[in-house]
């Protein structure tokens, strides 16, 4: 089972069973934030230790992940009280040494800022696996001499799309085959729209069956878009005309908050925003909601318009919810949307073609509803929950045999 098996049928209660006799991983994510990276860690972790396998989670105190994770039975977490430097952090240099000595032999860290301070105090313990995930595009150039050093000790380096492979291999000394893409993957009986009932979140809106609610999830912060969103909502409300097929109620959602411990008044400047717009009864702020099916059952289209999204695990959110999308381009945007069957494209930051591309949606109401249609089709073949774990397990699975025969 040392191969990497991209076949559906593999037998995953088999690797289980193996790998509860030799599996103690240890996950990281030291993050304050609540967003995708975040979530994926968390839900992994959560996996992991729903099917027997021994798992900790190494966190920051007070964080969200921390209050997510903090009442799971099936895994142990590890609070710290203070945050680790990105490279030769002597306590974080204790931490992993005592939990290593507890028996932990495989290390996966979701953010790769840490390896600076993992791979220096695992170097020559050959016995011990180590998985680094990168769910963001690098903007940087990485090739240098310490992070060849770094990458070296890696067994594998994940991504979650093409597109993050493509600016790996272009940013990172690492070569094609220690990258592997493994897609996002969610839970379709959780995200089911037969099993959703969103008319309480509509009633709270103030939408009603014949008022087109239009979207967006996600981190209240400058890089998400959720200005541009605004501009568009201001710009849409003063070209809908009365007689257009869009000129129907319209109500502009915006669901999420600011960071934990954030300095940022972009919230603040959000809504006075829309104070100067004048559009006060048609936008929404909710604030951060868990219940995303039922959010996004309540959508009758999601909007994702950040500067630049490596990919959108709340657009796979929508799209199974049957919503159709319009992300912004670049990105894993073409991974997601395909030719346009399932969504639209925006230029990023540009208000204007938001604009112009929620109009279309609201113009031809049949064509949004079968793109919607179609979306879910689309995420339910390409990003299921289990098969996400199902690779995760054949990774670890050999990296664990490759390093017992050291």
Known sequence: MSEFNNSKDYNTDLLVDVLKERFHGLFICLSNSWGGLEQVAASDAVELGSLGLKTRVLLLEGTPIHEHLSKNKNIDIYPLNYKPRDFLDWRLKQEIQRQLDEGVNLIHTHQTTLLGSIVPWIWNKKSIALFATRHIMSNHNKKSLYHRLLYRRLDEFIVVSEAIKKNVLETHPVKSALVKVVKLGLNFDRFDPTRVDSKKLRKQ??????????????????????????????????????????????????????????????????????????????????????????????????????????????????????????????????????????????????????????????????????????????????????????????????AITKRNQF
């Open 205 to 398: 809106w103030d939408a009603d069956e014949d008022t087109v609610v239009i979207g967006v999830v996600g981190r209240v912060d400058p890089a998400k878009g959720q200005g541009t969103f605004i501009r568009a909502a201001a710009g849409l409300q003063k070209t809908l005309k009365p007689g257009d097929p869009g000129s129907k109620k319209v109500k502009f959602v915006i669901v999420g908050e600011e960071t934990l411990g954030s300095a940022s008044n972009h919230l603040k400047e959000l809504k006075q925003m829309v104070r100067q717009f004048h559009i006060e009864d048609s936008v929404v702020f909710t604030g951060y909601l868990e219940n995303i099916p039922e959010v996004m059952g309540a959508f009758d289209v999601f909007v994702m318009p950040s500067r630049r999204e490596a990919f959108g695990l709340v657009a796979i959110e929508a799209m199974a919810m049957a919503c159709p999308i319009i992300i912004s381009s670049g990105g894993s945007a073409d991974e997601i949307i395909g030719q346009s069957e399932f969504g639209l494209k925006m230029r990023p930051g540009d208000a204007f073609d938001l604009q112009n591309q929620i109009h279309y949606l609201l113009t031809h109401a049949a064509e949004r509803v079968e793109m919607g249609k179609k979306a879910r089709e689309f995420v339910k073949n390409n990003y299921d929950r289990r098969e996400r774990i199902q690779k995760m397990l054949q990774l670890y699975e050999s």
